[in-house]
């Protein structure tokens, strides 16, 4: 058993790798989804699924030798709703919780300000959560379906491997599987999308050249085409 | 260091944090990020009106009391920690600060938002992709449809406001 010390600096020690990892990769869940949407963008997008497989894999092995700390508590629709606002909210900032930690970490004026609302905006949740009691939290969390409560209860792989005997790691492999072939739809657009600019390429090199007396010099720094991405927080 | 003079793959940075994040798994839990910031919500605020005041608010007593001693809050800190020691010495920290008055109202309005989702739904981003979707929680499920939804408004939002 780990102390409440230990637990802070095997935290403390996680979090100063990602920040590592994460800085010296640039990676960003917002960019993940919004340059997938935006541009067809995916460089993001294929490390996050390739996350998902990996922690997918590893948690329901340990949940089926009886390890590991789940997440344990109900779930509604107030899941659905919350992370509504903060889809929308994380394009507008330019930046998840993981990306405005790590940009601060840059010296980024943008990220630090979107952190000091991002607790200003919990701080106000948990005053309205102290007035309408909801959604339901702690002690009055019963992990059974609640329509009052717009709860659904509670559900995961350690409940899955109780009710129906199967391993946990059965359905790991399953959902792994699934985002693999996620994965694979994803690689096989880019391969389709690096052809058929190819393609252009090629046509636009058969073109006769055009003479060189008065065409523009080369810019030195080219403005950023839209396949480029949008800049987050100042990137 | 080498490590520090060119970028990293981001497919092998997230494997190797996946990777750490199921010992973390097993020693203390998930790798989240929104309980910690909760938390030093809370503790930024007591510090500001002091323990009194913050009991006479039923969520800090009921769900989150404000203690230092609870980990998440550590790891929120060594990401910024850490993207600091290495922005330092690959020589790539320096002040950045939006210079449109439109950057800082979307930031502001972003982070609100962000903040509010955290405290409705329990859980943020990371929690959802990389805790509560990998060990199969129904949750998960829920929370990625409404990330991927939102994210597609925001975006939708996002471009006409550019093309504007």
Redesign the interface.
Known sequence: MITVYGQCVAAFVFGTTVGVLVQRSRWCNTAALRDAMLFKSYRNTKALLVAMMILTVGFTAMISIGNGNPMRFDVGINQFIGLFLFGIGMVFAGACTVSSWVKTGEGNIGALWALLFLIVGLFLSSLVWSFSYWPLAGPSMTGRANAAGLQLGFADALTLQRDTGLPAIVFGVIQAGALYALYRRILRRERETLAMEGQEAAISVKKPALPTVGRAAPVANPAPTARDGLSTLGD | MD??KK????????????????F???????????GG??M???L??KSLVGAKEMNR????H???KPTW???????????????????IL?K???????KHLS??V??????????????????????????????????GY??????????????S???KLLEA
């Not at chain 2, 798994?25 to 790798?31: D, E, S, T």
Request: glycine share 12%.
């Open positions: 490590f520090f970028s990293l793959d981001p497919i092998v940075a997230l494997a190797i944090i996946a990777v750490l994040d199921i973390l798994f097993l020693i203390v839990g998930a790798w989240t990020v929104g910031e909760t030093i919500a809370g930024f605020v608010i039923p969520f800090w009921l769900v989150f001693a609870y980990w998440k809050i550590y790891i929120s800190l060594g990401m910024g920690f850490g993207a600091l020691v290495s922005a690959s790539e920290f320096y002040w950045r600060v939006p950057e800082w979307m930031i502001t309005i972003g982070g609100l938002l962000m903040g509010v989702g955290i405290r409705l739904s329990f859980v943020c981003n990371v929690s959802t992709f990389l805790g509560l979707t990998p060990e199969m929680n129904l949750g829920l929370a990625v449809s409404g990330l991927v939804i939102g994210a597609w408004v925001g975006t939002v996002y471009k």
